[in-house]
């Protein structure tokens, strides 16, 4: 052990060595000192090929969107195209939605426990948010969004085509009530 840190002292390098140090290539354009991008930070679930662009303090950009969680959507391409439903959940990192009862992916599961067997079971997979379009039921008309604010300063969404206001209060009040129903409904159902 002596021996070898006395071949390591007498190994002497100097402060212009290669080793530790980038090699530097000739450029034809100069490289800035400081870079603007930082890492992101933040780690997610993310696919190997995708990679999020990242704001100043690492949090990933979120999308504006044009729909929300509870919105009546129509597709509008894709193998699903022209079906009808509502959006259970809202991804804003990648601009996807999932419709309730759209785009079912078949998904193998294991068992569990040892006496349990696997399952064969139907998820809802993912759709990107530029694929469906907001849906009035009453009309029967798939329609932009436009964005307008009332008399009593609200700011709210509507239909294009039809004028429907699609964030009222009543709507809100459905969304909760049905959203309490079939958590109850699972609650029986689980007991």
Sequence with gaps: ????????????????????????????????????????????????????????????????????????????????????????????HNSTVIVKEINLKTKHVKSREEGEPGQIIKIEGAIHSSNVMLYSKEKEVASRVGHKILDDGRRVRYLIKTGEVIDSAENWKKLKEESTKTEAATAAASS
């Design 1 to 92: 052990m002596a021996a070898l840190q006395c071949s390591m002292t007498s190994l002497s390098l100097s402060s212009n060595s290669f080793l530790g140090q980038r090699l530097s290539l000739p450029t034809l354009y100069p490289v800035p000192a400081n870079p603007t991008e930082k890492p992101c930070l933040i780690v997610m679930r993310l696919k190997r090929w995708e990679r999020k662009d990242c704001k100043p303090n690492s949090l990933p950009e979120l999308h504006k969107m044009h729909v929300k969680v509870g919105d009546t959507v129509k597709v509008i391409s894709g193998h699903e195209k022209g079906k009808i439903g509502e959006i259970t959940k809202v991804f804003r």
